[in-house]
């Protein structure tokens, strides 16, 4: 038996199905990213997690304790959940302290002691305690909020996108801030996000939702790696897709003969790589055979610059795109310059 189970859970609203039989487990004190595109049914699924929407159908246990059979539903108060969404949803009138002590028995001897430590936990300066929430910057609301949360020591934590109205580099500090502590208080986590290498980067298990549908589940390297349908590759992550013909576990293709892995019948497929499996020379150093492609556009990036390649021979399975693949800036090429390219690894295979 997982922690978290969700059996078949379907919800509807009119003619719209926002989940569609969704199952889903939950370790104790893992953490699950929730992704997919918009509309696809993730806040409906926090919801019900949640407490705050009832299904139509399906079961939601948590603990071995049935939270939701079909439409009839635990509260969230009774729920052993804590919630922190997007915008902080701070009560603006009540100071830091009163906030993060909001779900905390008002006569407890030890209230003021658990709220330091709280704002310790978040790593939140104590000279903030009397402050409103007008008064603190959007990263510290969101401290605040996840105190807030932790406060009633919830055994389960859902993050609605609680890390996106924040700049990059204060997002990143957050959400490590946030990992570790939930590691360290041993509380399992769904965070639901918009941003693929955040998902990537912060569960141990990625969910991808389409349609109201689970369309895959699993750890962040093997959906990176090895994704179920080039849909999915794509909403992971750039992706090359071209089409070949698998030959005894080589794919043909226009970027020549490469290892295959995945499901497809001899004959035509098509191949997903990912851009950095490819590497780039200057054709003048690489041998005949090579495969050649002219430098068509570039765009820098910092410390690698995505350059845009047409491919000078596509080959026999078809016309082929450009292919965008990221350089080091240091290295990059100039528009109109030929390069060798070569693959490294196996290209996933998807049936044509
Ligand atoms: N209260 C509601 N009444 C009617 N339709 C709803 C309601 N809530 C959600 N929906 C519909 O259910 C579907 C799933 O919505 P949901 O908000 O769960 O998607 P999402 O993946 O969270 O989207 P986003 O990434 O844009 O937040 C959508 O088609 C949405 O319009």
Redesign the pocket.
């Known amino acids: 038996m997982s922690f978290l189970e969700l059996d078949s859970v379907t919800k509807r ?2 003619a ?1 199905t ?1 989940l569609d039989g969704v199952d889903l487990r939950v370790e104790p004190g893992s953490r699950t990213a929730v992704v ?1 595109p ?8 926090m919801r019900i997690v949640a407490g705050f929407e009832a299904p139509d159908e399906g079961r939601v246990r948590l603990g071995g304790a049935l939270l939701c059979d079909g439409p009839a539903i635990v509260p969230p108060h009774r729920r052993p959940i804590g919630l922190v969404s997007q915008d902080g949803a701070l009560f603006p009138h009540l100071d830091v302290a009163e906030n993060i002590g909001f779900g905390l028995d008002r006569r407890a001897p030890d209230r003021r002691t658990r709220v330091l430590a709280l704002l310790d936990m978040v790593e939140l300066d104590r000279s903030m305690l009397h402050r409103r929430p007008h008064e603190l910057s959007g990263g510290q609301q969101q401290r605040v909020a996840l105190a807030r949360a932790l406060a009633r020591r919830p055994k389960l934590m859902l993050l609605d996108e609680p890390f996106s109205a924040l700049d990059t580099g204060l997002r990143e500090a957050l959400r490590r801030t946030v990992a570790e502590l939930l590691a360290s208080e041993g509380i399992a986590a769904i965070l ?1 996000t ?1 941003d693929q290498a955040e998902a990537l980067g912060f569960a141990d298990q990625v969910a991808v ?1 389409r349609d ?1 549908r689970l369309v895959q589940t699993g750890a962040p390297r093997q959906l990176y790696l090895q994704p179920r349908d080039p849909a999915t590759a794509a909403f992971l992550g750039d992706a090359v897709l071209l089409p070949g013909r698998l030959d005894g576990g080589f794919a043909l293709c226009a970027l020549g003969r490469i290892a295959a892995e995945g499901e497809g019948a001899p004959g035509a497929v098509r191949l997903m790589l990912r851009p950095e499996q490819l590497r780039v020379a200057p054709a003048a150093e690489a041998g005949p055979d090579a495969v050649r492609a002219r430098v068509v556009a570039i765009e820098f990036g910092g410390p690698a610059s995505e350059i845009r390649v047409a491919l000078l021979e596509p080959g026999a399975a078809g016309p082929v795109p450009d292919i965008r693949l990221k350089v080091p800036s240091a290295a990059a090429p100039a528009i109109g310059d030929v390069l060798a390219l070569r693959v490294e690894g196996a290209a996933r295979i998807y049936p044509a």
């Open positions: 609203f009119g719209v926002a997919g918009s509309g696809s049914g993730k806040s409906t699924l639901v918009h939702m109201g």
